[in-house]
C-alpha cells in the first residue's frame, strides 16, 4: 500500500455565517461548526484512503473567539498521522471579516475517522508522509493524543500509554 503525503489530503471549506446558524447572541452556533468540520474532515480522511470513511471521535474542539454572523467560515483540514485504520484530522478554522476582509485563526479542531469496507468493518490505510515541521509536529502529537483518546474511552489501560509515560517523564527531569 502506498503511502500518502499530508498535503494531498489538504482540504479546505468556506462558509458564510447566516442568520439561521447563530444563537440569541449572533455568534456561530457550536454545533453548526461541528458540521461543518465533520464533513472537512471526512474529506480529507477519504483523500488519504479513498475508501468510506466513519467519524470516530471528536478528539478536540476549542472555541476561542466567537464567529459573528455575516463573517466567512475558512476550515483548513489535513490527516495528521494514520494508523491501522483509523486517521486523526487536525484542523485550523479561520474567520474572514465580511467587510474588511482580515482573516485570523479563531478554532482548532482534531477529528479521528475510521475506514470501512462495504460491510462497516475497518479496514487498512495507508501511511501517512508529513513534510513540513508543522506536519512532523502534529504527525508526533498525533500517538499521544491517540493514547489519551483510547485510554478516555476505556479502551486501553493507561500503563501501556508508552508515549504518554515517556512525555511526563522527561517533563519531571
Request: aromatic share 8%.
Given at each position: 500500500m502506498k503511502s500518502i503525503l499530508a498535503k494531498d489530503t489538504y482540504t479546505v471549506t468556506t462558509h458564510l455565517v447566516l442568520p439561521e446558524n447563530t444563537n440569541t447572541l449572533g455568534n456561530l452556533m457550536g454545533g453548526q461548526l461541528l458540521n461543518w468540520l465533520d464533513i472537512a474532515s471526512a474529506i480529507a480522511a477519504h483523500r488519504h484512503c479513498r475508501r468510506v470513511v466513519v467519524t470516530?471521535?471528536?478528539?478536540?474542539?476549542?472555541?476561542?473567539?466567537?464567529?459573528?454572523?455575516?463573517?466567512?467560515?475558512?476550515?483548513?483540514?489535513?490527516?495528521?498521522?494514520?494508523?491501522?485504520?483509523?486517521?486523526?484530522?487536525?484542523?485550523?478554522?479561520?474567520?474572514?471579516?465580511?467587510?474588511?476582509?482580515?482573516?485570523?485563526?479563531?478554532?482548532?479542531?482534531?477529528?479521528?475517522?475510521?475506514?470501512?469496507?462495504?460491510?462497516?468493518?475497518?479496514?487498512?490505510?495507508?501511511?501517512?508522509?508529513?513534510?513540513t515541521e508543522e506536519e512532523k509536529k502534529r504527525f508526533e502529537g498525533a500517538l499521544r493524543r491517540r493514547q489519551l483518546r483510547l485510554i478516555l474511552a476505556g479502551k486501553m489501560k493507561p500503563e501501556e500509554a508508552t508515549e504518554l509515560k515517556a512525555l511526563f517523564a522527561a517533563q519531571n527531569q
Open positions: 470516530a471521535a471528536v478528539n478536540n474542539v476549542s472555541f476561542q473567539h466567537p464567529i459573528k454572523l455575516g463573517d466567512l467560515v475558512i476550515i483548513e483540514a489535513k490527516v495528521s498521522r494514520a494508523f491501522s485504520s483509523s486517521m486523526e484530522v487536525f484542523m485550523d478554522i479561520f474567520v474572514e471579516h465580511s467587510s474588511t476582509g482580515a482573516k485570523i485563526k479563531c478554532n482548532e479542531a482534531i477529528y479521528t475517522f475510521v475506514a470501512v469496507d462495504q460491510l462497516g468493518n475497518p479496514i487498512q490505510v495507508p501511511d501517512l508522509i508529513p513534510e
